[in-house]
């Protein structure tokens, strides 16, 4: 069964950093693609960044252009978001996703559980 586990959010202060992390399990990790979203209090939820098959990588939001950074390990089945010069407006629950277009009967989404960042002073 297709797993997404993420870790490493928690409490930081403006300015500092964090590292989120993801480990999936129940599909060909380095096949596909892996996403970070992030979904605010009272906002929709946003495609952050977006790492390919390849290790290169895709920014959707302006925002945090020159601050996040994705990378993956394929060998530990895991994609990372690191995440520097935090600033309050990134607090939200960031999310690991995988779109898998070719896997089964119809393309699906799959979520992890979501990890709080909280940016305050």
């Known amino acids: 069964q297709v797993l997404l586990v993420e870790s490493g959010g928690g409490l930081v202060q403006p300015g500092g950093s964090l590292r989120l992390s993801c480990v999936a399990s129940g599909f060909t990790f380095s096949r596909y693609a892996m996403n970070w979203y992030r979904q605010a209090p009272g906002k929709e939820r946003e495609l952050v960044i977006t790492?390919?098959?390849?290790?290169?990588?895709?920014n959707y939001a302006d925002s945090v252009k020159g601050r996040f950074t994705i990378s993956r390990d394929n060998a530990k089945n895991t994609v990372y978001l690191q995440m520097n010069s935090l600033k309050a407006e990134d607090t939200a629950m960031y999310y690991c996703?995988?779109?898998?277009?070719?896997?089964?009967?119809?393309?699906?989404?799959?979520w992890g559980q979501g990890t709080q960042v909280t940016v305050s002073s």
């Open positions: 996703n995988v779109h898998l277009w070719d896997y089964g009967p119809h393309a699906e989404d799959y």
């Open positions: 790492i390919t098959t390849f290790g290169s990588s895709v």
